[in-house]
C-alpha cells in the first residue's frame, strides 16, 4: 500500500506527457465495470446479503443504497429462513419481508431486487440460496430435501452457499455429499458458491466444472460493504458477472440456469472458460501498433475496458522490451508497450496465459491477440 502512495505522489510531479506514455484513464472509481461482450449483456449482480432480518446489522435500504453506490445491477436479500438472531426485538412472521422493503427502496432506481432466502441447515445440506422464488415463507418445511423441492416447485435458482466454510467443513475443502449428489441428480442444485466473501474455493471450482453447476461469486455482505472490502483503498465486493441476453430478470434467471456467469473477486475471475474467453476479449481493444522507424521493434496499445488488470504472461514466442514476459493492463486504461519481432511483420498474432482468469483449478485462460500494423 505505502508503494502505491508512493507511485501516486510521483505521478503528480510528472509532465502529463509522460504519465500518458506508458497508462492512461483512470483506475479507481468506484462503480465496478465490465464491458458487454459480442453477445450478451454483462450484468454485475450480488446475490448472497444480509439484513437485520435474519444475522445482518443494516436495515434492507442500505443494501440497496450500497448496490447503487457500486453500480451492481441486480441484488438478492437473502435473510436466514431457520437462524433469526434478532427475532426477540424485530418480531416478524413473514420471511419475505426483507426483499419487499428493498424491492421499494429501490423502485426509483434502477436496480433489480430479485426475491431470495437462505435455506440454513447443518451439514449436509449446510447452507444454500434460493432466488427467483415466490414465496420465502413456503421454504420453511422440516427436512431440507422438501425446502429445495418447494424451492424448485415456484421456478427457483438454488445454489450452495460457501461450501469451504470452516464452521461446516473444518479443513475448508469443498466436497460433494450423497444429499449434494442426490440434489444435483435430480436438478434440484444449480450453482455452487466458488467465491464467498474474502475466501475463493479451488474445490468448489472443481465441483461446478464436474458437475456442470453455474459458478457463483457473491459477498454474503452482514456489515457494512465499504468496511468488509475496503471500498476507500481501492477494494470491490465480491460480485457474479452475468451474460444475459437483456437486461432484465426473465434474462438473468436464464442465463444463471444455462451457466453463462464470471465470478469476480479481488482482481481475480474465475469462470468456465467459453464464458470468460468473450468477456476478456471484449475487455481488451488494440488501440495502436506501430513499428519504430524502421526497426523491428513494435509499439503496442491496447486499451483495458474493464476493472481488472489483466496480467498477462506472454507466450507469444516474441519478446517484450519493455518487460520480462509479464504485462499488466491497467484497469480503464490503455497500455503500451514494445515487442521484438526480428522483423517487421505487417500482422502477426501475441498469445498470452492470463494470469489471473481462471477456467479450471491450476489453468489459466490462454488469449490471442491479432496486432495488425497500421
Ligand atoms: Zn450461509
Ligand atoms: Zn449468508
Do not use: C
Amino acid at each position: 500500500m505505502r508503494m502505491i502512495a508512493l507511485m501516486a505522489t510521483l505521478l503528480l510531479f510528472l509532465p502529463l506527457s509522460a504519465q500518458h506514455q506508458h497508462v492512461h484513464g483512470h483506475t479507481h472509481e468506484r462503480p465496478i465495470h465490465f464491458p458487454d461482450t459480442d453477445r450478451y449483456r454483462t450484468i454485475v449482480s450480488d446475490f448472497h446479503m444480509h439484513s437485520v432480518f435474519s444475522d445482518g446489522s443494516v436495515w434492507p435500504d442500505i443494501r440497496v443504497q450500497e448496490a447503487l453506490k457500486d453500480s451492481v445491477d441486480a441484488i438478492a436479500l437473502t435473510e436466514h429462513l431457520e437462524y433469526q438472531p434478532h427475532r426477540e426485538d424485530l418480531p416478524h412472521p413473514d420471511r419475505n419481508r426483507a426483499h419487499n422493503l428493498a424491492e421499494r427502496y429501490a423502485r426509483p432506481y434502477d436496480l433489480m431486487v430479485i426475491r431470495g432466502a437462505e435455506i440454513t441447515r447443518n451439514m449436509p445440506p449446510g447452507h444454500a440460496n434460493a432466488i427467483f422464488i415466490q414465496d420465502a415463507n413456503k421454504l420453511r418445511v422440516e427436512d431440507a430435501m422438501g425446502a429445495f423441492e418447494e424451492a424448485n416447485l415456484q421456478g427457483g435458482f438454488t445454489f450452495w452457499n460457501h461450501p469451504n466454510w470452516y464452521a461446516q467443513v473444518k479443513d475448508g475443502v469443498a466436497r460433494l455429499t450423497d444429499f449434494h449428489r442426490e440434489l444435483i441428480d435430480r436438478k434440484l442444485l444449480h450453482g455452487i458458491e466458488v467465491v464467498n466473501d474474502l475466501t475463493i474455493s479451488e474445490e468448489a471450482l472443481r465441483i461446478a466444472l464436474d458437475h456442470d453447476l453455474t459458478i457463483m461469486g457473491t459477498s454474503d455482505v452482514h456489515g457494512l460493504v465499504d468496511w468488509q472490502y475496503e471500498i476507500a483503498e481501492g477494494g470491490h465486493r465480491p460480485v457474479t458477472l452475468v451474460l444475459a441476453s437483456a437486461r432484465s430478470p426473465e434474462a438473468i434467471k436464464e442465463a444463471l440456469f444455462a451457466g453463462r456467469t464470471v465470478a469476480w473477486f479481488e482482481n481475480t475471475l474465475v469462470g468456465k472458460r467459453e464464458n470468460l474467453l468473450p468477456l476478456v476479449k471484449a475487455s481488451l481493444q488494440v488501440e495502436g501498433a506501430a513499428y519504430i522507424g524502421p526497426s523491428a521493434v513494435i509499439e503496442i496499445s491496447i486499451h483495458n475496458d474493464s476493472d481488472a488488470e489483466y496480467l498477462l504472461d506472454n507466450v507469444s514466442g516474441y519478446s517484450l522490451q519493455s518487460d520480462l514476459g509479464l504485462i499488466r493492463l491497467h484497469p480503464n486504461a490503455t497500455t503500451t508497450f514494445s515487442v521484438m519481432t526480428g522483423e517487421q511483420i505487417p500482422e502477426f498474432e501475441l498469445r498470452f496465459r492470463v494470469l489471473n482468469a481462471i477456467i479450471a483449478p491450476g489453468t489459466r485462460l490462454e488469449l490471442t491477440l491479432p496486432i495488425n500494423v497500421r
